[in-house]
T-cell receptor, first 111, second 110 residues
Framework: GESVGLHLPTLSVQEGDNSIINCAYS??????FIWYKQESGKGPQFIID?????DKRQGQRVTVLLNKTVKHLSLQIAATQPGDSAVYFC??????????FGTGTKLQVIP | DAEITQSPRHKITETGRQVTLACHQT?????MFWYRQDLGHGLRLIHY???????NKGEVSDGYSVSRSNTEDLPLTLESAASSQTSVYFC?????????FGPGTRLLVL
């Protein structure tokens, strides 16, 4: 709920603008990455994923970029809407029993 | 539609009491997981199961136990609740690498 979003880095974006949320991952052996969205009072929701043999993957209004050289993942949201307000966090996996979740970034959309 | 549910959604208990949180999924997934979510931490794995009668400890398993008697359910038991176990608990299931989460249970231990 709301307590999850407190003390997290916050990105404030004007409605209609594009948002870019970043994530640094820790293990160069990770081979699969996921972005989750968590709205207040709800469980994390799958948004988009990417495998380590790809640099970019696009979904509906969302794009994930992977830079394995610097172990960096980003989520781009096009034409950000008020419904996009949530906490976003990445997850890295090395097989489905080895999943590490980031702490998240809070996205605030300003109407 | 297939889904994953948790109950109760909110629970207040006292130190020392045994508490069980329910998780039920209708995805027919073999893999099920329990996490806790606290300020300043990402989701931390408590226990997980790859199938009926299979259970494994995660990184923060002390004070918790699970059992898997069927595919659909993975109840999480706090043997003797402690204030440090005040948290939001999430259950998840998967067949492959992507985990799908329940709505969470907010637990307060007084």
């Amino acid at each position: 709920g709301e307590s999850v979003g407190l003390h997290l880095p916050t990105l404030s974006v004007q409605e209609g603008d594009n948002s870019i949320i970043n994530c640094a991952y820790s293990n160069s052996a990770s081979d699969y990455f996921i972005w989750y969205k968590q709205e207040s009072g709800k469980g994390p929701q799958f948004i988009i994923d990417i495998r380590s043999n790809m640099d970019k993957r696009q979904g509906q209004r969302v794009t994930v970029l992977l830079n394995k050289t610097v172990k960096h993942l980003s989520l781009q949201i096009a034409a950000t809407q008020p419904g996009d307000s949530a906490v976003y966090f990445c997850a890295e996996t090395r097989g489905y029993q080895k999943v590490t979740f980031g702490t998240g970034t809070k996205l605030q959309v300003i109407p | 539609d297939a889904e994953i549910t948790q109950s109760p959604r909110h629970k207040i208990t006292e130190t020392g009491r045994q508490v069980t949180l329910a998780c039920h999924q209708t995805w027919n997934h073999n893999n099920m997981f329990w996490y806790r979510q606290d300020l300043g931490h990402g989701l931390r794995l408590i226990h997980y199961s790859y199938g009926v009668q299979d259970t494994n400890k995660g990184e923060v398993s002390d004070g918790y136990s699970v059992s898997r008697s069927n595919t659909e359910d993975l109840p999480l038991t706090l043997e003797s609740a402690a204030s440090s176990q005040t948290s939001v608990y999430f259950c998840a299931s998967s067949e492959g690498e992507t985990q799908y989460f329940g709505p969470g249970t907010r637990l307060l231990v007084l």
